[in-house]
Each structure stands twice: as C-alpha cells, then as structure tokens.
C-alpha cells in the first residue's frame, strides 16, 4: 500500500507537499531484558507528512518514539535518518540532529519563564562559546536577538504571548502542552515527534492542540511524527498511520486503509469501542 | 500641551485631518502595535503612506463611491487604517464587533449591502465564508494575517500587503483619481456607520456623518484638554463608537498615539508597558482589576496587607479631595505623600495607570467603592454619559466636580431636556443624521427639531445642573402598591460586591421584589479555596450553602441600603436565587456589551421566578446552554430560594410626581 | 560621636568583611544544588583541596612524596623550582578542572535520578576521599599561603576615620581585596547563570534531565561544567581563607559555617547566599560585641546557628528561598 506513493514526493488533495522519505526504521527489534517491547517493525516518515503510531496501551508505541529520538537504543534493526544509517547515539546527539520531541508527561523546565524554556529550543543554534560571549559580548547579543525573534514567532504562532513572562509551574496543564510545542518547534526540527499530545485534555483543549498540530504542519512544513490512543484525534490529523499490537506491526497506510483492516479492527478497533 | 484650537469648518473629513497631521506631526509616533513581543510605531507620516497606498489598492479592486466597506477584527493600527482609506476613496467604513456570532454578521453585511470585507484573520474569513451565499452584494475580501489562509481559493480574496502593494504599483496611474476622489469629501457626507447592540430587536446601523464626528471630537477634546502628547490604549471593539471616537475622531483631531495591545490576554501588561495618559474602560474592566488587587492583597503577607489597609483608609479619606482641588492639612498631605510613595504609586503603576490624567467610565453605573477606589488613589477617574446616536457625549464630568452618583453637566454644545415621562432627551451637532434603511425608527427616535430620545430615565439635580440616571424609561414600573420599581438602581448596588457578577430584579406589578444573581466565579472561586470549600462545577459552587448565606448577607446589606432612599424602599428584595449557570450573550441572556435581556431571562427562567413567588422552598430546573463551539446542552439543578431580611419601609410611598 | 558607637561601626565593618567570605563559600553550595539538585557538603574540602594544592604548585611540592619515598626508599620534597603566583593559580583551575570531570565520570554520573539523600551521600564520601587524598599528595603540615595580596591594617581608612571621628578603624586590607573578589565573582557568577548559553542550559539541566537532552544538551558537559564553577568557587575561597589563615585542616570547616548562611539565605538563591552571608558576618561580630562580654564571650561559636534556627522555624524555605506552597 506505501508503494502507491511516488518515492520522489507528491503534493496532497489539500495542497501541502510531502517530500521524499526523511527517515525509515528497518527491522527494529527492542528488549528490555526477556521482554520484548517492539519486534521486527519496519516503517519510513515522510518529509513534510503528519505520521502517527497508534496502537492500545502497552503496544510498545513509545518505546518507538523513544528509539527515535534516541532515549532507546536498540538490540537490532537500522535507523536511516537522511539516507545515513545512524549509528547508537545519545539523546542529546539525536536532538542536535534535528529530532525535536515533547513528551507524554510533559518535561518542561518548571522554574524558567515560558519565554526561557523556547529559548533552550534555540541553544543548539547559539554557537559562541563562553570565552567568546565574555570578549565579544556585542555578538553574542546579536546572535542572541536572531534567536528571541524566533522564539517570538512561535510564542505567537502558538497564541502564547500573554504567558511570556510567566513561570511554567504556575500554568495549568493544557497551556504546558503547548508551551513543549512551542519548545520543540523553537529547534526548528527536521522531524517533530509528538507523545500523546492529547493525553489528558479535555475536549476543546484536544480541538485546539490539533489545530495547532496541522497549523504547524501547514505553515512550517514540518514533518511530524506522533503516538496518540485516541483513535478519532488520529484519523483526523495523520496522513498515514502505524498500527502496532503487542510490539508488533499490524498495519500501515492511510486512516482510510487502516480503518478497513481487519487486523487492525479486531486488536485495536474492537477493545477501543467496548 | 494645549490641543489644537482652530476653526473645524476648514477641515471636512477624517481624511483632511489625516493630511493635516501628517504635514503638523510628522515623525511624532501615530500608531504602536505590539507584535512578536516588541512595540512597532508608525508615525504620521508614514501612517499616511500606508494608508493612501491601501486606498489606491482599493481604488485598484473596484470600490466605488458610496460602497460599504465591513471592517471585522481586533484593534490593530492595519485596521484602523481601513477607515480613512475607505472614506478617501468615498466609500463608508462599517465595522463590525468581532466576536459576533456568523448568522448575526451575516444580518448587518447584508443589512448595509457590504461589497468589500476586511478581516482580520482565518477565523473572520471563515464566518463570511460560511454566510457569503446570503449575501447578495458581497464582492471582495481583504484579509490581514495569512495565517492559515494560503490554500483559500483565492478569486475572492485579497492579502491586505498584497492590496497595498499593489496600489502603490499604481500609484502613478490612480493617484489622479484618489485626488479627485479625496477633493469631493464634504463636511455632511457620512462619515461612519455603526450598528447598535441593542438590548431588543435586531441591530440598528446608525450614520454619523463628517460634522458629527469632528465637531464632537473637537468639543470634548477640548473639554479635557486632550493634546498631541496624549497616548492611548485601544482595546475596545473597533465597532464600538467609543472606540471609533477616541482611536480615531480625537486622535486624528489632536494628533495623538493610538497603541494597540498584542493580544487581549496581554491586555495587562500591555497597559502597563504603555501607560495611557488618557483611558476609557467601562466599570467591568475597574471591577476586574480591583477584584484582582484584592485577591492578591488577600494572598500578600500580612504586613504588606496592613500596609495596604492603613495607606487605603487614608486614601480614602484625603485623596478624592486631593484631586478635586480642595483643602486638605499639611500632615495628611505628607500621609498622602507617604502612600503615594510606598502603596498608591506601586499600585498604579501594576495597574498601568500611573500616567492617567484623564480617565472615563460609561455604559453602565459604577459602584461607588469602586469609583472612590481609583479617585482615592489620586486617578482623575469621571463618568460620561453616551449614545451611538450622540456620537457619545451627552453629558461629561467636568475637573472638580466628580461624584460617583451623577453622569455630569451637558457636554459642550449639547441641549438637555426631561420629558414629561422623565425621559431625558438631548439636542448636540453629534446627533445622527439616520437609521440606515430605517425611517420608522428614525422618526421615533429623532423628533423634527432634532431632539432625540435617549430611553433613560432620569433628572437634572436643581443645584448642581448635574445629570442623574435612574433607570431605562421602559423599565421604570410601579409595584402593585404603586410603589416605583426601578430594577437597575438596585442591581447596581448588588452588582457593586465583587462576588456577585450579575444581578436581575423583578417586581414590576408585583407585592414584592425578588432577585436572580450570578456568583462572580473568580471571586467566589478564590473565596472558596481560601474557605477550603470544595466544588467541581459552577453549578455546584453557586449552589453551595455557605455560598448563599454569604449572599444572603450582600443582599441584606443592599436592602438596608435600598431603604434609605424613600422613593425606593420598596424595591428591597425579599427573596433571591442564585442561578446555576452564567448568563452569556451565546445563549442570549446577556448582550455582548453584557447588559441583561430581560425579556429572554423572563421567558427562559419563568419557572424559577414562578417559584420566587408561590412560596416554594426550592426549584429543579434544567436550562439549555449553548457551548463555544456551537453545540447545545443542558443543565439541570436544584435552586434554593433564599429569603433576605428586608428593612421596614415607613409606608410604600407613591411615585411623587418629579 | 560617642565611642561605643564608633566601636559597633568598626565591628559591622569587620563583619560585613566576613560575611563576604561565608558568602562565597556558601555560594559554591548553592550553585551546585540549583544546578544538580546536590547537596554538596564536599565543597568546603574542595576549598582546602584547591588551597593545598595552590600551595603545592607554586612551592614545587613533588606530590605524594610521602608515599613515593616510603616505596622506593627516595628522599623527595621539592622539584626545586618556585612558580609565580599567578601561573599557579591557572594550573590549579586545571586540577580542579580535571578533579570535577573525574566526580562527574566515577561518581555522579552514575547516581542520576538517585535520591537527593543518596547523593548527599556520595559528596560526604567525597569529602572525605579528597581530605585524605589531599594529605596523602600534599602532605598533613600547616602551610603558609601568599600569593601576593595585600595584608595588614589599611592606613588609608585608619587615617581618614582617625582625622574624622579621633578614632582610626582597623580594617584588614586582606578583608578589603576578599570583599571586592566575591562582589566580583558573584556579578560573574549572575551573568553567567541568566545570561549566557552555557548558564540557560545548567538552569535547564537543574530542571529537568528528560526536558534538557531532548533539547540537545549534554548533561556530562553540564555537570562538569558546574563542578569547575564550584571547583573555581572553591579556589577563591581557599585563597582568601588560606592567606588570612593558613592552609590547614579547619579550613574545610568553613563549610560548616556556610550552613547556616544557607539556611538564613535558602537553598536555591543566589543573592539569598550573598545576604545570608552578610547577615551572619555582621550578626556574630555585632552579637559578640554587644552581648559577648555578659555570656562570657565565643558566641561567634554558636551565635549562626541559633540565628538560623530562629528563621527556619518562622520561615522555613529560608529568607529568599523558594517559597514552598502545598495547598491542602
């Protein structure tokens, strides 16, 4: 079913262009100890696609975005990231790549401003070292003002400017959320990976973080990968989608295919609506 | 500095002011947005290129003379700037308050026969998208923030830079035009129209013409000395004709700066940031603020709070005289000095007030704590009273003669009269020249002589020449006893406790008063979680006993008040309920100026005010709610009726004839 | 000006002079734990360890001679060379460079995640590992340490005070040049941690570890990044206190006395650190002055530690700490 689409990129129904594979996982297999959380998966992202992977709870979903984003190593199986196999690397390495993620609990640093926790989205672009940011403090600030522009485009793209100056602890959940998005995209990824950015919303605040996603998808053209349960948010968002059960891949092509899979219906559609 | 005095005949149009300012002011700031976390500023001059290059961009997509121009968003300089290039190019600027829902925009675009729209964002677009079949006039529409809107079918749409660039590609070509064009602006073509929200019926669209607005905006300039210098925060709806005369009448007429807020969240720190020498708000957003310093003063240390206290009470005492000019003793004065320095000061300035000289409320009445309040703190704080038909002023406040009570003396070059019923009417060179598309109403409204109803009640103290508001004509009544009912006087001073948001009170024909209140869930909220007061819903903390006993107390307390005055003791309520759900404007309990619609809240809630009446210890209701999104539901609960211990009137006095 | 007076003026002087070193002492700590959530008690050892080594290098102690003549049977002390101050004071800073990568790679970076008891721990196992290292590779013998700072009475304030007031104030010139060192040191410390990229990512790290390395921060660089600071901290302390009053064992005892500036000031504030400093500099000196002789005298023993009690009992996230609100 992937071979349907042209291995050079394609322009979608609704005009947003999808490029050429920007990462592909080969016969991932992760064990932690005798368990084993994901087993033989193979799937590529897209440039520019919204790509989710689904699956019921314990699926070993984010055990894969934690092997992407390089928290997880694993035991076999390649990722290709830009047509270069990536050798194991720390998480911190896989970030500086270009991989930015948020995550299902929300890691963000509590005690700094909303302002300060985009601008730590920006560090990997702030190049001058210490001894030179001491000498040359007129540089530095400059690199510094490229940098809070930005930033400021975000906190207004994400309709956060009135929190700027505010300390995240203080926020209620929902604006945390978008805050960690904001962070994200502050790197400027080449990939976004998402942890169940509507895990514990209510409705409207689901309705608005998915506007926000295909916003973000739309107006930056960035390649988004993201792990969700709730199955409708998913159909909705994705371009194409990722079924895993138990640890293993059960289906893969658009919400329109997946939905008709009998596999799929039966080890995830069925639980979810009983 | 002094505003500008000269001859307003000269100048015919908010265009010829616009010439003016750009040639008298020129690099002085005109306009500052906050956007991406800076102040960006245009000045006068290049305001004036903006503009013209816009109207030449108009010009370019085929607007005519007399055409309407729908103006939908929020304030930014960009949108302001729709309005004298509309009236440039002899087209009529419309604007229309944004958060309306589509059905109600689509009745005033087709109402006025809009053909060219200007929003301000996707959202804006989408409801006249979603409309646009109703209309049979709408052409073209221009929209500012691209955002979201690239892949629209763009045979309709235009982006408002790209309308400007290309007017000023033709600029060579259509300049000739736009000259001729600007030349024929006379001093009674219509300068704005602007839809009332009324309180019943649909919206009415008023025109106002060139004389209206400049001669208005000249007088009460004046009045108050308004200057060049001033700065002001524009944050009110654009469709407002407060705002259309303070962002745009008095600033084009004296030249000032027009700021505007980045968002209305940071509407706040804004102020703060700008520091208005000259600010507009209605008394909610004094409420607000006030609840808000007394929620934090309720969480600072104690000697902070003492502090608070001690240099309050002191304010309250000298500051209001303070500022009225009159004398006070050398000792309170360095008192004064002292709290200006460790309390007041710090205050205004988190207030964003500390540069306020001059400050205006209106629409609805101030609670008098609330107005001593800002006095106090050394705020020229005063009342006006205005119309849509009046281009605002009816009556103003003058320096020194402020008083929570009155709404002031005629302002400049306006005649009052009290009619037979007590209604007040007036007679100014800023009445309307029309309803648009409604000459019953104009006849009914305007007499020949041109005086013109105002719907309220009230009368002109013999003493002072001061204006007094009792209530809306039409719900001025008499109590079965022949009593006066006058509802609005005593919601006031419900109103006037932070924790009750809204109040209604019947009795109009009845033995007895009766009352519905909404909590104001900020306030209450945070009163509960210092009481350790549980609740998961509005519903469940309206309804809470110790929620009502608190009321009962506010209610009791305005009773005691309420019977003071004679005329109206009888207006005391003696029983009340607290609603289970907010009255919102989405459901049409309230209009999006907040004013309550009170023949909606008597069919919707006419089971509750039955049991008001029948002698029911309680009522289980359940009400339909309409959610943001559009969707209906329903809430159901179970109201406790609440009896208030009323104050023995001497006698139910009759309506003394005034 | 009556004398008493003139006296307590002196002795707030003296004891702002001495608050300035608790200050930096009690700075090191509160870099650490913002920065690492640590508490690191081996930080006044790490003041003696900087100092003995200072001292070593610029005498040309052979290190671990001891140890070397007690194996192979050699007579070592001295390479016989002496190196500027200055020079030495550098090639310290790499020592203290190396030991901070060393912590970090035996033993912090295997305690991440650990209870903050645990590696409360492990910094009192390093105090104790680098007290008896530092003996065994520099000897256990009181040194004398000078690296040129200018001791003694200063004539200057002496003179002026005495002309004004017929009273001279004796201020140590060694307490003068301490005082403009840590005023210096703390405006660097402040820009460091709030306006340079290095100081947002310790902030980062200090928050949160999952958060910083998804953004692309290496937290080993991190964490020996900020045991250098503490490292470099500690070295200006050691020479302070070295030079005023010699470089020996009691030295990393000023730790203790950080304590209860920590406590006055709170864990997590930098110029909570400064004023706690000055507080209890100024307290003990005045409370010694002013109550000593009635009680017979050492309260500057006890006097801080009551001082702080008496606060963590009103206020106990400490004067500027973060206040800790648990809503019932």
């Not at chain 1, 390649?78 to 930015?100: D, L």
């Not at chain 1, 998402?194 to 107006?219: H, Q």
């Not at chain 2, 104690?302 to 006070?328: P, T």
């Not at chain 3, 005498?59 to 003549?69: D, M």
Request: with cysteine; glycine share 10%.
């Amino acid at each position: 079913m992937m071979d349907a689409q042209p291995a050079e990129g394609f322009v979608t129904a609704d005009g947003r262009k999808i490029g050429g594979v920007v990462m592909e996982m080969k016969n991932i297999t992760l064990r932690f100890g005798g368990v084993v959380a994901i087993k033989d998966i193979s799937f590529d992202i897209r440039e520019g696609e919204i790509r989710a992977i689904i699956g019921p709870n314990g699926a070993g979903k984010s055990s894969m975005l934690n092997v992407i984003s390089g928290f997880y190593v694993p035991q076999e199986g390649e990722v290709i990231y830009k047509g270069q196999k990536r050798p194991p690397m720390k998480p911190y390495e896989v970030a500086r790549q270009g991989i930015a993620r948020t995550f299902q609990n929300i890691a963000l640093f509590e005690g700094m401003t909303v302002l300060d926790n985009v601008m730590t989205g920006r560090l990997n672009y702030m190049n001058t070292g210490l001894l030179s940011q001491a000498m040359w403090w007129g540089k530095s600030q400059r690199e510094e003002i490229e940098n809070r522009e930005v930033a400021e485009k975000i906190i207004d793209f994400l309709e956060i400017q009135n929190i700027r100056k505010t300390p995240v602890a203080r926020l209620p959940y929902g604006l945390k959320k978008r805050v960690e998005l904001a962070r994200a995209l502050a790197a400027q990824p080449s990939i976004l990976l998402l942890d169940e950015p509507m895990a514990g919303m209510n409705v409207e605040e689901k309705e608005d973080m998915s506007r926000f996603i295909l916003d973000v998808n739309d107006e930056f053209g960035t390649t988004i990968a993201l792990i969700e349960h709730d199955m409708g948010v998913v159909m909705d968002l994705s371009d194409r989608v990722v079924v895993m059960d138990y640890g293993r891949k059960i289906g893969d092509g658009t919400p329109d295919e997946v939905r008709n899979n009998q596999e799929v219906i039966d080890a995830y559609l069925g639980v979810a609506h009983d | 500095m002094a505003a500008p005095s000269q001859d307003a005949g000269a100048i015919a149009s908010i265009p010829a002011l616009l010439d003016r300012n750009a040639k008298r002011f020129g690099n002085k700031p005109a306009y500052r947005e906050k956007e991406f976390g800076i102040w960006q500023t245009w000045s006068w001059a290049e305001a004036k290129e903006e503009i013209e290059a816009l109207a030449l961009g108009l010009i370019n997509l085929g607007v005519q003379p007399g055409d309407f121009i729908a103006i939908i968003g929020s304030n930014r300089p960009h949108l302001y700037w729709v309005f004298p290039a509309a009236q440039m190019v002899g087209a009529i600027p419309v604007p229309i308050y944004q958060d309306s829902a589509a059905e109600e925009m689509a009745y005033v675009l087709d109402h006025c026969g809009a053909r060219f729209v200007v929003a301000e964002d996707q959202e804006q677009v989408d409801k006249v998208i979603e409309v646009q079949d109703q209309l049979h006039q709408f052409e073209h529409m221009i929209y500012l923030d691209p955002r979201g809107l690239r892949k629209y079918d763009h045979a309709k749409l235009h982006e408002y830079a790209h309308v400007q660039a290309m007017g000023r590609a033709a600029i060579d070509e259509l300049t000739p035009e736009l000259t001729a064009r600007k030349s024929k602006l006379a001093y009674d073509d219509v300068c704005v129209m602007l839809y009332t929200s009324g309180t019943t019926g649909k919206p009415k669209g008023v025109v106002l013409s060139n004389r209206n607005i400049i001669e208005t905006s000249k007088n009460s300039s004046e009045f108050d000395s308004l200057g060049p210098g001033d700065e002001v925060l524009a944050y009110l709806p654009m469709a407002w004709v407060g705002d259309f005369i303070f962002s745009i009448g008095q600033a084009m007429w004296t030249g000032f700066c027009v700021n505007c807020p980045e968002s209305p969240e940071t509407m706040v720190t804004d102020l703060r940031e700008i520091g208005p020498t000259y600010y507009f708000a209605p008394p909610r957003v004094f409420e607000g603020q006030l609840t808000n310093v007394m929620i934090r003063m309720e969480d600072a240390s104690k000697f902070k709070k003492r502090l608070f206290d001690k240099y309050m009470a002191h304010a309250r005492k000298v500051g209001g005289k303070i500022l009225d000019g009159e004398s006070v003793s050398a000792g309170d004065r360095f008192k004064y000095w002292l709290g200006n320095l460790f309390v007041y000061g710090p205050l205004k300035n988190s207030l964003g007030l500390s540069r306020v000289r001059v400050g205006y409320t209106a629409g609805e009445a101030i609670g008098p704590e609330i107005f001593h309040f800002y006095r106090s703190l050394g705020i020229n704080l005063k009342q006006l009273y205005g119309q849509t038909e009046a281009s605002v002023f009816i009556t103003q406040q003058p320096d020194g003669q402020v008083r929570s009570d009155t709404v002031g003396v005629a302002s400049p070059g306006v005649e009052l009269k009290i009619g037979d019923n007590g209604e007040v009417y007036y007679r100014s060179p800023g009445v309307f020249e029309y309803y648009y598309k409604n000459e019953e109403s104009t006849k009914s409204t305007k007499d020949a002589e041109g005086w013109v109803a105002t719907g309220d009640a009230g009368f002109i103290e013999p003493d002072s020449g001061h204006l007094r508001i009792i209530d809306r004509a039409k719900d001025v009544g008499k109590m079965a006893n022949g009593a006066l009912f006058a509802p609005k006087y005593v919601e006031n001073k419900l109103k006037f406790f932070p924790n009750i948001l809204e109040a209604v009170v019947f009795g109009n024909g009845r033995e007895e008063c009766t009352a519905f209140l909404n909590i104001d869930l900020n306030a209450v909220g945070n009163w509960a979680e210092r009481h350790n007061l549980a609740y998961s819903s509005y519903t469940e903390l309206a309804g809470h006993p110790k929620v009502l006993e608190m009321m009962k107390g506010h209610v009791e307390e305005v009773n005691a008040s309420v019977a003071e005055d004679e005329m109206l003791s009888g207006c005391q309520v003696h029983r009340f309920v607290v609603l289970h759900k907010q009255l919102d404007p989405d459901d049409g309990e309230i209009t999006r100026t907040g004013k309550v619609r009170r023949r909606t809240v008597d069919e919707k809630f006419a089971d509750i005010i039955t049991a008001l009446y029948d002698g029911s210890e309680e009522i289980a209701t359940r009400t339909e709610v309409t959610y943001e999104d559009g969707r209906k539901g329903y809430i159901s609960a179970t109201l406790k009726i609440v009896k208030a211990k009323t104050v023995p009137a001497s006698a139910p006095k009759a309506v003394a004839a005034e | 000006m009556p004398e008493q007076l003139l006296f307590a003026m002196e002795v707030i002087l003296n004891g702002l002079m001495a608050g300035v070193l608790y200050a930096l002492v009690a700075l090191g700590f509160v870099l650490i734990f913002k920065a690492s959530g640590v508490f690191n008690y081996a930080q006044g050892v790490l003041a003696l360890f900087a100092a003995l080594t200072l001292v070593g290098i610029m005498e040309g102690q052979v290190p671990f001679s001891h140890l070397i003549n007690a194996i192979f049977g050699t007579d070592l002390h001295h390479f016989g060379w002496e190196i500027p101050a200055i020079a030495a004071i550098l090639l310290t800073m790499v020592v203290m460079v190396a030991l901070a990568y060393l912590v970090n790679h035996y033993i912090m970076r295997h305690l991440v995640n650990q209870d903050p008891i645990i590696l409360f721990m492990a910094t009192i196992g390093l105090a104790y590992f680098l007290e008896g290292f530092g003996d065994l590779m520099w000897g256990s013998d009181i040194k004398n340490l000078d690296v040129g700072l200018p001791q003694g009475l200063n004539g200057f304030i002496d003179e002026t005070t005495f002309n004004a007031f017929g009273y001279g104030f004796f201020i140590d010139n060694l307490d003068i040049v301490a005082s403009v060192v840590a005023a210096l040191l703390v405006v660097a410390l402040v820009i460091f941690a709030q306006y340079t990229k290095q100081g947002r990512a310790m902030r980062a790290v200090a928050d949160d570890h999952q958060a910083a390395l998804s953004v692309g921060i290496s937290l080993n660089f991190i964490w020996v990044m900020v045991w250098s600071v503490a490292g470099f901290v500690a070295l200006v302390a050691g020479i302070m206190w070295g030079s005023k009053s010699g470089v020996q064992f009691s030295l990393s005892l000023i730790a203790l006395k950080a304590l209860p500036v920590l406590m006055l000031g709170g864990f997590t504030s930098i110029p909570g650190a400064i004023v706690g400093g000055l507080i209890v500099g100024v307290g003990e000196k005045l409370f010694e002055f002013a109550i000593g002789p009635m009680v017979g005298g050492a309260t500057e023993n006890w006097f801080a530690y009551v001082l702080a009690l008496v606060v963590l009992v009103f206020r106990p996230q400490g004067l500027f700490g973060d206040k800790i609100i648990e809503r019932v």
